[in-house]
């Protein structure tokens, strides 16, 4: 599995940003992607997660209600749609691949490089 995130920048707090997630490869027994977060000085932790077949989803209590995750299954891209931004929004953000239904990082065998987002004067 390979994975390529984009869409990361510097916005205001407030704003709104989109990632995306262009996945190739996938097959079981990989099922669940997931945004992580990594922010400075913090462990990383999983931020939404999708089932990429029946498109069930999860959300972080801090992010619901802000955030929408969706993939385009003709595009073979997972989207995070992020709403309402705030500072602690900020860090890097990785979209990982793995077969369970769980938040827990070493369950993830697929990584992608992460991109950048900034929420900030």
């Known amino acids: 599995v390979q994975l390529v995130e984009s869409g990361g920048g510097l916005v205001q707090p407030g704003d709104s940003l989109t990632l995306s997630c262009v996945v190739s490869g996938f097959r079981r027994p990989y099922r669940v992607l997931t945004w992580f977060r990594q922010t400075p000085g913090k462990e990383r932790e999983a931020v939404s997660r999708i089932d990429y077949q029946v498109a069930d989803t999860w959300y972080t209590d801090s992010v619901k209600g802000r955030f929408f995750i969706y993939r385009d299954l003709p595009k073979n891209t997972m989207y995070l749609q992020m709403s309402a931004l705030q500072v602690e929004d900020t860090g890097i953000y990785y979209c990982?691949?793995?077969?369970?239904?769980?938040?827990?990082?070493?369950?993830?065998?697929?990584w992608g490089q992460g991109t950048q987002v900034t929420v900030g004067p």
């Open positions: 990982a691949a793995g077969p369970l239904w769980t938040s827990v990082e070493s369950d993830y065998t697929a």
